[in-house]
């Protein structure tokens, strides 16, 4: 079904030349809704809260107004914390269409899709050797970060660590989002023991309900949080099996997932409740995944919390350590939570008048403190953003909160404006958010008004600088109070900055380290950190791009970095579709954006080697059409004369003729209006 209105076409992607399958719809089968399987699948207990009751809860948490068969003015994506995606520049109107493909059920049908392979068929991975350690980085260590998926393998098993995707950006048009290349892992499914989950950001779990088929429906283990996400994400996927989800709490003792291998969870400070990290214990010492991590401090100073949450480590064997690199390049420490909940209380105590707060839904645990203030001072809370609302429905069902009294956005005019509180999405700019609406008067229940304040607590998204000045400029001209972190302390980073990324380096000693969750320069610039804490630089392994591989052999006591790499292009979904990201495909359609289309349609007489008629011309997105009617008739004079001069030999090929009128018409249009349109030529005989 066609949701477009930008699009009357509906999902067009017949260009798409990912070597992809249509995989028809299996029939629905009710039982494998979550919600519903009775199988015999064990269940670790945490605390009273079973994964059956959170399903039961799921079920009561409502749909949101933005459910995926309505209509959808949120965007999906509005939910992304900094470096958990790029936003999709916003200009082209497709947004919307986008969010509702995210949501197509009918597009996580890959399970066994054959056409994730590499195409770098050289690259033959030799067989791990018995006693050997493997550890890859699938994912995460190209770009900002996101596609987190490390792979563990010793003998005949392994564990999988996250399994994270990427939002589209500019970089990648007509793609909704990517997701690992786990090639590498279908290949060895029959050897996957479990798969670990560090937290409930999208970049560490967007990708499960697309490949945990396809790695076939090993366990996963997680905190319950985080577990929750995955549920509600994995319902709107009904003809996929149930998931196995196993929750573990951070006191746990280590669970035995195989013969040598073991996974213990431990504590750590984030930005969404249950947020922790991965050891994978294995025959020769600890590989430790921390995830993402900041440092709750004063000044600088850890809490004393954050130091009991490291002492674990104090007589454990560390053979590798991975660690979150996203704010290397920031010096110092990050402002503490607290101060941010302190500084937006006092907001939410002293605004006179309605009060808008603008965050990302990932950032659970502050909206949570801002519920609190909301109930302490007595305001009523709109909550605008189907992330947002299903997290503070799981945070309510979790007893993280105590909080009713949220309202719709159609009540909020029954209370005073001194009562009233938002909670919304959209402070990058996204279309159809409630921010973009308001800022275009297109709101149907909120007008802004200047007794109106608006605190943005979030940070610009690198990329969306431009986005982000235009609404700030159709917000001012309403002139409410707008307060962002540059005056004021409402926004820190869930990612510890250079300070906190050394102090945990100093909690946890390691035999080797290797970077992770940042682009190349990151990387290097957390080798360069360590080396100044005096880690020898042999001991820092900067993978070289997703898929590299390394190997402890020799008991352990040797470190290799294999030549080879696992299948690693990266692999995009796309409508119905997925498959490897075809390089030539991208480049065509930035041409298109950047210049157009210009088409050549020609028919020429068989027998007399002329033209029936004047050659049609069509263009796209190049030029104006009716201020260009000289341009477009000398291009037929040009393509005429091709024609006929090329005809004049009887034994001219059609398809030398049509590159030519490409190559020359190309050429022309070059030098006349300095765009470079893609030329195609059609040319027909009779
Ligand atoms: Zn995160
Ligand atoms: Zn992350």
């Known amino acids: 079904m066609n949701t477009d209105p930008n699009n009357p076409s509906g999902g067009h992607h017949g260009e798409f030349q990912a070597k992809s399958t249509h995989v028809p719809r299996p029939p629905y089968r009710p039982n494998d809704r979550p919600g519903n399987h009775s199988n015999n699948r064990t269940f670790v207990y945490r605390k009273d809260t079973s994964m059956q009751s959170i399903e039961h809860a799921l079920d009561k948490i409502a749909t949101p107004s933005t ?47 054959p056409d994730r392979s590499s195409s770098h068929k050289d690259d033959v991975i030799p067989p791990l050797k018995p006693g050997d350690l493997r550890v890859i980085a699938i994912g995460g260590v190209e770009g900002i970060g996101a596609i987190n998926m490390t792979v563990v393998e010793y003998r005949d098993q392994i564990v999988v660590i996250d399994a994270g995707f990427q939002f589209s950006d500019e970089n990648t048009p007509g793609v909704d989002f990517m997701i690992p290349n786990t090639k590498y892992l279908e290949d060895r499914k029959h050897m996957i023991k479990a798969l670990a989950i560090t937290h409930g950001h999208l970049d560490h779990i967007g990708s499960l309900s697309f490949v945990i088929e396809a790695l076939g429906n090993p366990p996963i283990y997680t905190m319950q949080f985080g577990a929750m996400i995955i549920s509600k994400r994995h319902e709107e996927y009904p003809n996929l099996p149930a998931l196995d989800l196993r929750i573990v709490d951070k006191g746990d003792a280590a669970v035995t997932v195989s013969e040598d291998l073991k996974i213990k969870f431990f504590g750590l400070t984030h930005s969404i409740p249950d947020s922790s990290g991965v050891i994978v214990e294995t025959p020769y010492g600890d590989i430790v995944s921390t995830g993402d991590l900041r440092v709750e ?19 454990r064997n ?104 938002m909670l919304v999405t959209g402070g990058q700019g996204e279309q159809y958010s409630i921010l973009d ?49 540059y005056d004021s302390d409402v926004h820190a980073s869930g990612h510890g900055k250079r300070g906190e ?35 020898p630089r042999d001991r820092v392994i900067v ?21 080879q790499k696992a299948p690693h292009e990266t692999i995009a979904v796309e409508g119905t579709r997925i498959g490897i990201l075809q390089d030539v495909v991208i480049r065509d359609r930035k041409l298109l954006l950047e210049s157009g289309v210009f088409n050549i349609f020609a028919v020429i007489d068989e027998r007399s080697g002329k033209l029936k008629k004047s050659p049609d011309i069509f263009s796209r997105g190049f030029v104006y059409i009716r201020e260009n009617q000289e341009l477009f008739h000398k291009v037929r004079g040009l393509v005429k004369k091709i024609i006929e001069d090329r005809t004049m030999d009887p034994k001219y090929s059609i398809d030398e003729l049509k590159d030519e009128l490409v ?8 030098q006349k ?14």
């Open 673 to 686: 209006t300095g765009k470079k349109p893609i030329v195609m030529a059609a040319i027909v005989t009779f």
């Open 67 to 113: 459910a995926p068969s309505t209509p959808v003015p949120q965007n999906q994506r509005n939910d992304r914390g900094p470096f958990h995606a790029k936003r999709m520049n916003g200009n082209r109107g497709n947004d919307r269409r986008r969010n509702d493909r995210n949501r197509n059920p009918e597009r996580a049908r890959f399970g066994d899709n």
């Open 663 to 670: 190559e020359k018409v190309e050429r022309f249009l070059l």
């Open 543 to 563: 993978p070289d791009g997703n898929g590299a591989i390394i190997e402890f052999r020799e008991n352990g006591t040797k470190m290799v970095v294999l030549p």
């Open 297 to 315: 401090n004063d000044d600088g100073v850890a809490t004393q919390e954050e130091i009991d949450q490291y002492k674990l480590f104090k007589d």
């Open 318 to 421: 560390v053979l590798l350590m991975t660690l979150d690199s996203t704010g290397i390049d920031k010096p110092g420490w990050t402002i503490s939570e607290k101060v941010v909940a302190d500084t937006v209380d006092k907001i939410i105590r002293d605004v006179k008048g309605r009060l808008l707060i603008a965050t990302f839904a990932s950032q659970v645990e502050r909206i949570i403190e801002f519920l609190n203030s909301a109930k302490r001072y007595g305001r009523v809370v709109v909550i605008e953003g189907r992330s947002m609302k299903t997290n503070v429905a799981i945070a309510k069902h979790l007893n993280l909160i105590n909080f009713d009294n949220i309202v719709d956005v159609e009540e909020m005019h029954k209370y005073p404006q001194n009562k009233i509180m």
């Open 501 to 535: 990324l050394e102090w945990v380096h100093k909690q946890i000693k390691y035999q080797y380290f290797m970077p992770v969750h940042g682009n190349y320069a990151r990387l290097m610039m957390h080798r360069d950190l360590v080396e100044n804490l005096g880690v």
């Open 437 to 485: 609406r308001v800022s275009k008067n297109s709101h149907k229940y909120l007008k802004l008004e200047p007794t109106d304040t608006i605190v943005f607590s979030s940070s610009v998204i690198p990329g969306n600088e431009g986005t982000v000045d235009a609404l700030k400029d159709a917000l001012y001209r309403k002139d409410p109070k707008i307060i962002t972190y």
